[in-house]
C-alpha cells in the first residue's frame, strides 16, 4: 500500500523558536497534501490543504503567517511552526491524496513547545 | 451542529462480542464514508470506507450505510482486545474536505 512518511516523529523545542515538519509520499505523486492538528482526546482538526506549486489553503482560524506550508514536488509538503509557544504542542499529522483520490495518512509528529 | 458526531463514549465489551458503533453526518450532499482505527499515540489507519447504502463486509468488520437517516455505523464481530482503540468516523462532505468525528473510544476486555 501507498506509504506516506514524516520527519520528525517527536521533537521537543523552546518557546519562539521554528520547527520544520516533513511529510513525503515514498511510492506515490501526491495531488494534494493535507494537515491535520491533533489535541489530547480530540480528533483531527483540518489545518490546511496544499496543491504542489499553489499556495496552501487555510482553514479559518488557523494563522498562514504561522503555520507556513511549502508544497515543493508532488512527493514533499513541509509545515513550519514559526515562533512556537507552549499551546502548539500538539500531534501534526499529514495525509496525501494520490490521482485515484486514496488519502492516505502519515505517522504524525509529536511537537512539544516547553 | 457538528458536521461529524459519535459518542465519544468509553464503550466497553467483552471479548468475543459484537461492538457496535455509530455516527451521524449533517451535510445530506456526502457521498463518502469512511471508519479509522487510531491507537494512542498513533496516526489512524483507514479500516473502511463505504459509499453506497446498505452493508458493506470485510472480515469482522462490517460497515452501514442510511443515507435517509444520515448516519453511518461500524460492527465489529468476535472483539478482541487488540481492536481497543479510538474509531473515527469520518466524511467527506460538498466541500471535499475530509471532515472527523471525535471519535468512540472501545474498550475490549478478555
Known amino acids: 500500500g501507498a506509504v506516506v512518511s514524516q520527519h520528525p516523529s517527536r521533537v521537543i523545542c523552546k518557546s519562539g523558536t521554528s520547527v520544520k515538519i516533513e511529510c513525503r509520499s515514498l511510492d506515490f505523486q501526491a495531488t494534494t497534501m493535507f494537515w491535520y492538528r491533533q489535541f489530547p482526546k480530540q480528533s483531527l482538526m483540518l489545518m490546511a490543504t496544499?496543491?504542489?506549486?499553489?499556495?496552501?489553503?487555510?482553514e479559518q482560524g488557523v494563522e498562514k503567517d504561522k503555520f507556513l506550508i511549502n508544497h515543493a514536488s508532488l512527493t514533499l509538503s513541509t509545515l513550519t511552526v514559526t515562533s512556537a509557544h507552549p499551546e502548539d504542542s500538539s500531534f501534526y499529522i499529514c495525509s496525501a491524496r494520490d490521482f485515484a483520490g486514496e488519502q492516505y495518512f502519515g505517522p504524525g509528529t509529536r511537537l512539544t513547545v516547553t | 451542529q457538528k458536521e461529524v458526531e459519535q459518542n465519544s463514549g468509553p464503550l466497553s465489551v467483552p471479548e468475543g462480542a459484537i461492538a457496535s458503533l455509530n455516527c451521524t453526518y449533517s451535510d445530506r450532499g456526502s457521498q463518502s464514508f469512511f471508519w479509522y482505527r487510531q491507537y494512542s499515540g498513533k496516526s489512524p489507519e483507514l479500516i473502511m470506507f463505504?459509499?453506497?447504502?446498505g452493508d458493506k463486509e470485510d472480515g469482522r468488520f462490517t460497515a452501514q450505510l442510511n443515507k435517509a437517516s444520515q448516519y453511518v455505523s461500524l460492527l465489529i464481530r468476535d472483539s478482541q482486545p487488540s481492536d481497543s482503540a479510538t474509531y473515527l468516523c469520518?466524511?467527506?462532505?460538498?466541500?471535499?474536505?475530509?471532515?472527523f468525528g471525535q471519535g468512540t473510544i472501545l474498550t475490549v476486555h478478555p
Open positions: 463505504i459509499y453506497s447504502n
Open positions: 496544499s496543491n504542489e506549486g499553489s499556495k496552501a489553503t487555510y
Open positions: 469520518a466524511v467527506i462532505p460538498v466541500s471535499g474536505k475530509l471532515t
